[in-house]
């Protein structure tokens, strides 16, 4: 991992964190290969069956990418400097996963907001599954005032999640939002104070890794998959996922521990 990225397995539990609470978590190039190869790493290991994304600090989450390094290299105001660089300019896994944009992964990822989530940070958030945030976070994509347009998924993904009328005055005046309209609007689940935002983060990562992980992989996939789709193909989906489950050894140990009056222990198959 960067230096400014840290990745933590705990059981079935992953933990991916932003570092850099001196540049309120900004993303350079070489935290975008880090959280990349965390997120292809996160959804290859079986062991794994939820993430936490978070970051250090209380000021931000993430205040999107670094307008130094990041943003230059895009555009093409600087050449590639270093591997990292060169990394995401070549190889286009690395904009995907790390946005969790046109990266596919069936694994749920809860993110833990502890301050601003701003540009490319909130875009990042909205590809995750749920959301808890600190009270004084605020979320806003102000790319439109840099005369830039967000790019890693909100313009296709924002009006999908909250009313259209919200998504255009958040696109199209950079206006930042907080944790308050953020859970009226349902972009966020849950609020709490700061000092309970991790455990409360960790506490959801630990009822979903108790869970079947088939189940929920499938649960998770075929929700995303018939997003938008007409209706019978959006069953026949579900149907899909139905027979995949039924036919595992997780679909009999469930009910069975549940009629033993034990603790179920799932083996993903």
Known sequence: MSGHVAYEKQGHMA???????AARNALTPGMLCALADAFI??????????????????AAFCAGGDLGTTLPLLTGARPPADAFDR???????????SSLRDFPLHKPVIAAINGACLAAGMELVLGTDIRVAAGHATFGLPEVKRGLVPFAGSMARLPRQVPHAVAMHMLLTGQAISAAQALQWGLVNQVVAAS?????????????????PLAVRAAKRAALEASGVPLDLAYRLEDHAREAVLASEDAR???RAFMEKRSPVYAGR
């Open 15 to 21: 933990v991916i964190r932003l570092e850099r609470p």
């Open 196 to 212: 309970d935002l991790q455990a409360a983060a960790m506490d959801l990562a630990g009822r979903i890794a108790r869970n079947g």
């Open 253 to 255: 140990e469930g009910p």
């Open 87 to 97: 990394r995401v300019l070549d190889d286009p896994l690395v904009m995907a996963a």
């Open 41 to 58: 790493d996160f959804s290859r290991d079986d062991a794994l069956r939820v993430a936490v994304l978070t970051a250090v600090g209380d």
